[in-house]
């Protein structure tokens, strides 16, 4: 489990394309916070983990579930769906059916 943990958050960082630094700086820490995370010297707390999902703009679900390759762009694009009405979202699903043949 906890070097899911340290993959996962380099993998989601990765996919916002910011560095260890950038992460460590935006979540207030010192510049090595997420480097002592991602080489095994230590986990984040709750309240840290919560701040990452915040960060990444998912949920505690999304970052655990392996089965989603793109958290961050999956949680963007609900995000949109759930401010649209009925027949957009309609014709968002055919869309979505036809491109997956």
């Known amino acids: 489990m906890e070097n899911f943990v340290r993959n996962r958050i380099t993998e989601l960082r ?12 935006d979540l207030g820490h010192s510049r090595s916070y997420i480097n002592n995370i991602t080489s095994g010297k230590t986990l984040p707390s709750m309240n840290e983990f919560f701040s990452l999902c915040d960060y990444f703009e998912i949920t505690p679900e999304e970052f655990f579930n392996k089965e989603k390759n793109d958290p961050i762009a999956i949680s963007k694009i609900v995000n949109e769906l759930s401010n649209m009405n009925s027949q957009d979202l309609e014709l968002i699903y055919s869309l979505i059916v036809r491109l997956k043949k």
């Open 14 to 25: 990765i996919k916002k394309e910011i560095s260890e630094y950038q992460l460590s700086y």
